[in-house]
């Protein structure tokens, strides 16, 4: 059975919800971000956050890259600035800046609110699973708007990693994103994971370098990280109809001197929703209409992951 406290930080309210397997900490004032996953058994820590920076709140339209917190993020409703269907969206979109509403009932967290600029109602249950170290999300997104409303929306998790954790992903092509963010000399499609002559999916030391690649081509909703020993396991389970698309970005010290990789299931390819939407990869919501989601997120012993 979980529990649930309030505590603050820096003034700010951390919701915790915990069980025999896990301690999970929230932050509403950011957008419902994931401070925290400690896995009690392990004594693991499995979310990286940016210890250069304090735990504050973030104003609408505020830079992402120098207020970069770590932790997990979820980016709605795009992630380089731009206009879409007519609206001027900021850098990394408006959840991470956004305050929400959240109740506590029947051992869950509800986090809720609308998003200011596109009007689009964002709401996530989050529980924990009695018997596993998993945690559910039960989303909705509403468009509140008499109009369309085209989105991208990418789960965000910045992960504490070691030189030969490993990526695990069912995804048969990769891309390099941007040459400037990358190890890599090409941005041809190739068959991932081997680019260059390098798996591209083992976290090499730390070394002043940065990966960035689009996945795609994804029969199972899986994204992990395991560790260098195989026995340790992050990993995101979801609806590949919602998520068709894995972004990978990591750190190996290239990025502000950081070191963790980040897991961004995505509805859209590539960055730009402009340029997504033009080659029909873009989600879109209706007037009225509602998207309703599941994810998970599992953090523990592989083996457990396997018998669950």
Known sequence: MATITQNLLNGIKILVIENDHLSVSIVPALGGKLLSIFNKKLLKEFVWVNKQLLLKSNVPGADYDSNFLGGIDELIPNDQPENIDGINYPDHGELWTTPLRYEIENNQIKLHGILPKSQLYYSKIIELNNDHPVITFNYSIKNENNKQRHFLWKLHAALRINPGDKLLT????????????????????????????????????????????????????????????????????????????????????????????????????????????EKKQSSMLKPGETLNTQVQIFAGKKKQFIKS
Not at 200 to 206: D, H, L, N, R, Y
Not at 217 to 223: H, S
Not at 238 to 250: L, S, V
Request: charged share 15%.
């Open 170 to 277: 069912s995804a048969i092509n990769g891309q390099v994103v941007d040459l400037d963010y990358s190890r890599y000399k090409t941005l041809e499609p190739f068959k991932w994971p081997l680019i260059e002559n390098t798996d591209a999916g083992v976290i090499p030391i730390k070394n002043n370098s940065i990966d960035f690649f689009y996945l795609y081509e994804i029969p199972t909703g899986n994204m992990m990280l395991q560790s260098a020993d195989e026995d340790q396991l992050f990993c995101y389970s979801y609806d590949t109809k919602i998520f068709p698309y894995q972004w990978y970005f990591a750190s190996y010290g290239g990025f502000l001197n950081h070191y963790t990789a980040i897991l961004e299931p995505c509805t859209n390819m590539p960055m730009i929703v402009n340029d997504a939407i």
